[in-house]
């Protein structure tokens, strides 16, 4: 059974920094791309960010491309996000989520629980 726990949100004033932590563990996964969503309230999930835990090839969205950073420490089958000059719209439950598979399209099969990130003005 795949599990996926989150950390790392908090409260931070607009222009700070966050990183997240993602520790993954259930099976090897090698053959795996993590990513990071979110959704802000009243709104849809959208995609964030995503790693191929082999290679460690990235994809961003656009909006945040530039600010945040997705990382991986195979070592400890944990993925990071590093989000720095955050803003009041970064604000919203960030979600670990794992797939199969070598695309970053597709739907994602386990997902956490979500950590909470709030960006004062």
């Known amino acids: 059974q795949v599990q996926l726990v989150e950390s790392g949100g908090g409260l931070v004033q607009a222009g700070g920094s966050l990183r997240l932590s993602c520790a993954a563990s259930?099976?090897?996964?090698?053959?795996?791309?993590m990513g990071w969503f979110r959704q802000a309230p009243g709104k849809e999930r959208e995609f964030v960010a995503a790693?191929?835990?082999?290679?460690?090839?990235?994809s961003y969205a656009g909006s945040v491309k530039g600010r945040f950073t997705i990382s991986r420490d195979n070592a400890k089958n944990t993925v990071y996000l590093q989000m720095n000059s955050l803003k009041p719209e970064d604000t919203a439950v960030y979600y670990c989520?794992?797939?199969?598979?070598?695309?970053?399209?597709?739907?994602?099969?386990?997902w956490g629980q979500g950590t909470q990130v709030t960006v004062s003005s």
């Open positions: 989520a794992t797939k199969t598979g070598l695309t970053f399209t597709g739907p994602y099969d386990y």
């Open positions: 259930g099976r090897t996964f090698s053959r795996y791309v």
């Open positions: 790693i191929k835990w082999s290679g460690g090839t990235t």
